[in-house]
Antibody, heavy 121, light 108 residues
């Protein structure tokens, strides 16, 4: 079955960077976009951006431009999301999510299990 | 900036019908999607492309669209349906993703 498995929880100091991984299985990795969405404690969902695993092209939400980098490794079917210059407001659960279809890529099914990133001094 | 507006909360008794709305100017031109999120879990899509239901989602979940408003309807609500529900769409010709603020469904 289609599965996205994310790396484990991280604790970072303000100003540091974090890199979260998302390993895909159960489908052809290069056929579906992967998105990153985050959720601060007790808050709603916030889209961060998208990567096309086929060519590596990316689109980032304006809020994260300049601070986020999404990459992929086709040999291991893994995508990565790196967020730099961390601040306390970046404390959140970070999800990767596969596009729901090859034709319409801007919805999400399935989602990874989430990775808690805590930013604290 | 573009927004999707949902009511913060909806309450219904078991067996009744719950309707959760989502409003946004681009909704007549872009598809809407609905996600269910239970505490401590990742979201799960319950409706895609305004009104399509993924396999494995109960038939009591349905979606509809009218103008700038889309609606998630849950008929014969069950206790297990208590969750947060988020609508999602795109804007700027489908380049960017936006979520509604979420609606907490309480089953009384």
């Amino acid at each position: 079955q289609v599965q996205l498995v994310q790396s484990g929880a991280e604790v970072k100091k303000p100003g540091a960077s974090v890199k979260v991984s998302c390993k895909a299985s159960g489908y052809t990795f290069t056929n579906y976009y992967i998105h990153w969405v985050r959720q601060a404690p007790g808050q709603g969902l916030e889209w961060m951006g998208i990567i096309n695993p086929s060519g590596g092209s990316t689109t980032y939400a304006q809020k994260f431009q300049g601070r986020v980098t999404m990459t992929r490794d086709t040999s291991t079917s893994t995508v990565y999301m790196e967020l730099s210059s961390l601040r306390s407001e970046d404390t959140a659960v970070y999800y990767c999510a596969r596009a729901g279809s090859m034709v319409i890529g801007y919805w999400f099914d399935p989602w990874g299990q989430g990775t808690l990133v805590t930013v604290s001094s | 900036s573009y927004e999707l507006t949902q009511p913060p909360s909806v309450s219904v008794s078991p067996g009744q019908t719950a309707r959760i709305t989502c409003s946004g100017d681009a909704l007549p031109k872009q598809y809407a999607y609905w996600y269910q999120q239970k505490p401590g879990q990742a979201p799960v899509v319950v409706i895609y492309k305004d009104s399509e239901r993924p396999s494995g989602i109960p038939e009591r979940f349905s979606g509809s669209s009218s103008g700038t408003t889309v609606t998630l309807t849950i008929s014969g609500v069950q206790a297990e349906d208590e969750a947060d529900y988020y609508c999602q769409s795109t804007y700027s010709s489908g380049t960017y993703v936006i979520f509604g603020g979420g609606t907490k469904l309480t089953v009384l």
